[in-house]
């Protein structure tokens, strides 16, 4: 066979030099999933209250929760509308005990906006100083989760004073008390619709670290979505894009915040809840706008809390008392599993918890979802790889080259939140080196699969 040649892309240096740049620019903005772990839900609790014992005391309140009203897996799976027959059921309840006595808490914010509402200035600067230094002790005596921050009030100009005030007062007590900022300390940021507020933030977050000694870049931030108009700006322009540039690479998650988005939209106390269409247009926008771009997702709360109606321990009560508290505890589980359900299935893995009863859902709900298709997601992995990446069908689902990396997505999220091992993911006929590339293409090339 004769040689080919061709010369064409040399023709068209100068064209293909310039898509060049552009194609390297666009891998810069978009970098693609970051590899660090994701906290799956963010613990919200007034600054007021906050202690450095706060997230032990949390756990305690879950397990409590989970031994008064599911003290068994039946009861737990039927609860949350799980099957309560075969494996799951157990799987899922033990891993949500386990979680409750060694990790209860993944993420918490310290909150100076919503839960601590408008107090006279003494009274929050005292609250700011006084939580910092409990931030501090708990850094000593490793009380704290993996991931913590404070929310500060919004930089509109009612409260941009307050909030800057506030950050500055946080910031200088902690340094005080500790030398240093926690692991995975972020601020964030609510009810942004201008990216002159993000530009604020950072300017602010600058000259503390230069005037405190900070490491450059060590303070990061969070935004949170709760507007119409931080979707789309007074022209008809998407936001979202210029949000995260504004904040100059420190931008760690985009936080959806539901019930303040749905009263913009006008809707009705009554019918504001997670899954309104006007939420999932938010969120979808969010995610086309974010995607590939290394920016955490989070959806928002359940607010409908796991409560019973009559105080008191179980001994006090009536039978008929304690069985209209388990019923009341159930429903609102039952409502937070359909929302978290409902928010993993369209990929965001993260989400709000306000009340120390909905950590065994949190947890329960986001182990179910990854262990209830861990075997037959495996099996297709698995006969994916080994076919060398050629489109193959298992069953009924056909899978092709696309589909590799969103299966390997699956086992690392699957992972990320300890629904699952390393040891467990073997099944996948995938090595733990393979798996921690996080790049399906890269599996194949190291096996030879693709040029």
Request: overall charge negative; some cysteine.
């Amino acid at each position: 066979m004769d040689e080919i040649h061709s010369t064409l892309f040399d023709d068209l240096a100068d064209s293909m030099g310039e898509l060049g740049q552009a194609n390297r620019e666009f891998a810069m903005s978009f970098p693609g999933d970051r590899p660090d772990r994701q906290p799956i839900h963010t613990v919200y609790g007034g600054a007021q209250l906050f202690s450095s014992k706060t997230t032990a005391k949390l756990g305690q309140l879950a397990l409590a929760s989970l031994n008064r009203y599911a003290p068994d897996a039946t009861t737990f799976a039927a609860a949350l509308g799980l099957p309560t027959d075969g494996d799951l059921a157990t799987q899922v309840y033990e891993r949500v005990r386990a979680r409750l006595e060694t990790e209860p808490v993944e993420d918490f914010r310290i909150d100076f906006e919503d839960g601590f509402g408008v107090r006279p200035d003494p009274e929050e600067d005292a609250t700011a100083v006084r939580a910092a230094r409990e931030l501090a002790v708990g850094m000593r005596e490793g009380t704290l989760p993996p991931f913590v921050g404070i929310r500060i009030k919004p930089l509109n100009d009612e409260m941009r004073r307050r909030s800057i005030r506030t950050l500055d007062v946080f910031v200088r007590s902690l340094l005080d008390a500790a030398g240093k900022l926690p692991d995975n300390f972020v601020v964030t940021l609510p009810k942004v619709p201008i990216p002159e507020q993000v530009t604020a933030l950072v300017n602010a977050f600058e000259h503390l670290e230069h005037k405190l000694g900070l490491p450059d870049r060590s303070l990061r931030l969070e935004l949170m979505i709760e507007l119409t108009q931080s979707l789309l700006d007074a022209r008809g322009y998407c936001v979202l894009p210029r949000l995260a540039k504004a904040a100059e690479g420190r931008c760690v998650a985009a936080h959806f915040g539901t019930y303040d988005y749905t009263a913009s939209c006008g809707i009705t106390a009554a019918h504001q809840r997670m899954d309104h269409p006007a939420c999932d247009f938010a969120l979808h926008w969010m995610k086309v706008a974010f995607a590939g771009t290394g920016i955490w997702l989070s959806d928002g709360a359940t607010n409908v809390m796991p409560v019973g109606p009559h105080a008191g321990k179980p001994e006090s009560l009536t039978a008929e008392q304690e069985r209209e508290n388990r019923q009341v505890v159930h429903d609102a589980w039952r409502l937070a599993a359909k929302h978290i359900r409902h928010s993993l299935e369209n990929a965001f893995y993260q989400g709000w918890d306000l009340h120390p009863a909905q950590l065994p859902v949190r947890y329960g709900m986001t182990y179910a979802f990854f262990l209830e298709g861990f075997e037959a997601a495996a099996e297709r992995l698995a006969n994916f790889v080994e076919k060398a990446a050629q489109a193959t069908l298992v069953g009924e689902v056909f899978d092709d080259a696309a589909t590799g990396q969103g299966l390997l997505n699956y086992f690392l999220r699957g992972l990320n939140c300890g629904a699952v091992s390393m040891a467990e993911l073997g099944v996948t006929g995938l090595s733990v080196e393979e798996i921690r590339t996080r790049s399906f293409a890269r599996i194949l090339r190291g096996r030879g699969a693709v040029g």
